[in-house]
């Protein structure tokens, strides 16, 4: 078992910067990829960067060139940059992580998720 904890989120003025934190605890000898998901209102909640535990990435297209994901593998922490936010950013933000093999670059454990709200 893997616990997540989300930390950095807020609110900014559109065109800001955030960045999230998701510290892991627990098992972590089996998770490979990390990630975060988000879920705005009234919309299914999806995926925004992941990363496996050599370093390949994955972004949604509506975030590639403005976030960055990262991690450090022996602080069993993962992070997400975001740049040039946009109030479309706007969402609970969830860290996520999983073991190999993982599908659709995601897993079992969830954090209890940070809000982010970007103003216009």
């Known amino acids: 078992q893997a616990q997540l904890v989300e930390s950095g989120g807020g609110l900014v003025q559109a065109g800001g910067s955030l960045r999230l934190s998701c510290a892991a605890s627990?098992?972590?000898?089996?998770?490979?990829?990390m990630g975060w998901h988000r879920q705005a209102p009234g919309k299914q909640r999806e995926l925004v960067a992941a990363?496996?535990?050599?370093?390949?990435?994955n972004y949604a297209d509506s975030v590639k060139g403005r976030f960055t994901i990262s991690r450090d593998n022996a602080k069993n922490t993962v992070y997400l940059q975001m740049n040039s936010l946009k109030p479309e950013d706007t969402a609970v933000y969830y860290c996520n992580a999983g073991i190999s093999p993982f599908k659709n670059w995601g897993g079992a454990y969830w954090g209890q998720g940070t809000q982010v709200t970007v103003s216009s």
């Open positions: 990363i496996t535990k050599v370093g390949s990435t």
């Open positions: 627990g098992s972590m000898l089996a998770i490979d990829v």
